[in-house]
Nanobody
Framework: QVQLVESGGGLVQVGGSLRLSCAASGSILSILVMGWYRQVPGKPREVVAEITRDGNTNYTHSVKGRFTIVIDNAKNTVWLQMMSLKPEDTAVYYC?????????WGQGTQVTVSS
């Protein structure tokens, strides 16, 4: 089992910045990819950014150049640095960890961007 605990969400004005953190514990050696997803009511959860243990990253188009995902393998933590935030970034953000056979989720943290 893997446990993921997010922190760092909140309310920010348009153009502001936030940093989300996700601390992993448990059978973390099985995790191959860490990522951040987001979801708004009535819509499916969508991937925001992913990173492999060796640092390869992937971003959804709408956040490229504004968001940065970083992993610290020694601290079992992944961060999502969000800059130039827009109202459409408002969502619940979820941390995700994937092994070969399973996908794990955190409890989610709310990010609200006010105009």
């Amino acid at each position: 089992q893997v446990q993921l605990v997010e922190s760092g969400g909140g309310l920010v004005q348009v153009g502001g910045s936030l940093r989300l953190s996700c601390a992993a514990s448990g059978s973390i050696l099985s995790i191959l990819v860490m990522g951040w997803y987001r979801q708004v009511p009535g819509k499916p959860r969508e991937v925001v950014a992913e990173i492999t243990r060796d640092g390869n990253t992937n971003y959804t188009h709408s956040v490229k150049g504004r968001f940065t995902i970083v992993i610290d393998n020694a601290k079992n933590t992944v961060w999502l640095q969000m800059m130039s935030l827009k109202p459409e970034d408002t969502a619940v953000y979820y941390c995700n960890g994937r092994s070969i056979s399973r996908s794990y989720w955190g409890q989610g943290t709310q990010v609200t961007v006010s105009s």
